[in-house]
């Protein structure tokens, strides 16, 4: 058995995703940067499997008893505490040289995420959370700033993230969609890890989305829930595991469901 406080792994999740901004920004913007499609015709770069395998070798030297789980190369060990991995998350960003993407690590035990650290070096800021230690944000060179979720308390008040239209289309929820924009005040496609770091900073209000992995989602959910929001699925399962994401200020969050899942509940 091992015998880490949740404030260990949060400090070694932080130090792995320091090391892995250092090799992601020296590839950001490479002429020599090396795109491959995997077989689910999603793009992947150098910078995507160096980075993992950077995250990979720290946790197997300071954690050689958890299990893995990271994008780019599956699934290691069968311990239930289970590290979390998207090396670069937005690589469609990435490799267009667009700053909005980022390296997501978390730590789930028992299937529940409780350590979460995302870190955009391109956007000169990182983010993180541990559950029962609060939610906490810090641009580069400042010190770091607890994070909280806003106030507001009317959907007419609300600004949305939805990411694509695509994405809700293909998943047979444009109609709900389209019924949540004409709900709000404010609408946009931000997209990627970025929409769930605006939440959690208190910058939106609704962000959610779908065809994402639990490696997209795990990190992101401490920081939101340790912010004071909610994160479930669209149908509002709770978890990484379901293929989607609903994240709010909680404030708005059951109201937000009875739009995108009518018939749940």
Known sequence: ??????????????????????????????????????????PVTDADQAVERSIRSGIEAARPTDSILGEEYGTQGDSTRQWIIDPIDGTANFLRGVPIWGTLISLAIDGVPVVGVVSAPALGKRWWAAQGHGAWGQPTGEEPRPLRVSGVTELADASLSYNSITGWDEAGRLHELLALTRSVWRSRAIGDM????????????????????PYDMAALIPIIEEAGGTFTSVDGDSG????SALASNGLLHERVLKIVAPTKG
């Open 194 to 213: 970025w929409s769930y770091m605006l939440l959690a900073e208190g910058a939106l209000d609704i962000a959610g989305e779908f065809d994402l992995k």
């Open 240 to 243: 990484p595991w379901s293929g």
């Open 1 to 42: 058995m091992t015998d880490f406080s949740l404030a260990d792994d949060l400090a070694l999740a932080l130090a792995l995703a320091a090391d892995a901004d250092h090799i992601s920004l020296d590839r950001f913007r490479a002429v020599d940067l090396v795109v491959t499609t995997k077989p689910d015709r999603t």
